[in-house]
């Protein structure tokens, strides 16, 4: 399937889920990032999750990265440049929603991308050789380009993977792993 069969495809899918079973993999797929072996960062960088397009609920991440005492990192997006800034989540950080319904910080701690050492990354669906397809703007895969090399990249995605997605290009950046609530991938 092509990117844009996949989105089209996706999205209905995520639209036929309801809020509790959306609440119900989000915490399955939390509870999956518990058994990684990721622990070892400072900087682990998060998207606040925009309810409107169904997403995982990272609320329960969010969690688990506070109780192990990590340095939590969200963005901003500029949709002019189409670049994401990214900020230290702290208690005085102010998070508004965007035009988009974004979650975004309004304020706080600049952090650099090369200081982080894990990403999770939203996703509409990957395939078995670790690329993605998001929404299509191409945010993730700039702020990836710019990150260090040993920066891990996790996706979360409900769905498990596809076999091929047709039309990877070489700006696309590949996942390390992705976590279903079903099953950890590593590519």
């Known amino acids: 399937m092509t990117k844009s069969e996949i989105r089209s495809t996706y999205k209905s899918l995520r639209r036929n889920l309801t809020p509790d079973r959306i609440d119900q993999m989000s915490l399955e797929i939390a509870n999956r990032v518990l058994h990684l072996d990721i622990w070892d960062g400072e900087f682990y960088h998060v998207f606040l999750s925009i309810e409107e397009q169904m997403e995982i ?90 990150c260090h090399p040993d920066t891990k990249k996790i996706g979360l995605s409900f769905f498990k993977s596809i076999e091929l997605i047709e039309d990877v290009n070489a700006s696309d950046m590949s996942l390390d792993l992705c976590i279903t609530p079903e099953q950890t991938y590593i590519f």
């Open 57 to 146: 609920n990272t609320d329960y991440i969010l969690s688990v990265l506070s109780g192990k005492d990590k340095n939590i990192v969200i963005s901003k997006s500029d949709f002019k440049t189409r670049e994401m800034t990214h900020y230290l989540l702290t208690d005085g950080t102010l998070i508004k929603k965007n035009k988009w319904n974004i979650p975004e910080p309004v304020n706080g701690i600049a952090i650099d991308s090369k200081q982080i050492d894990v990403i999770f990354i939203p996703l509409l669906a990957f395939d078995n050789s670790g690329h993605r397809v998001g929404y299509g703007k191409g945010f993730y895969d700039k702020f990836l380009a710019e």
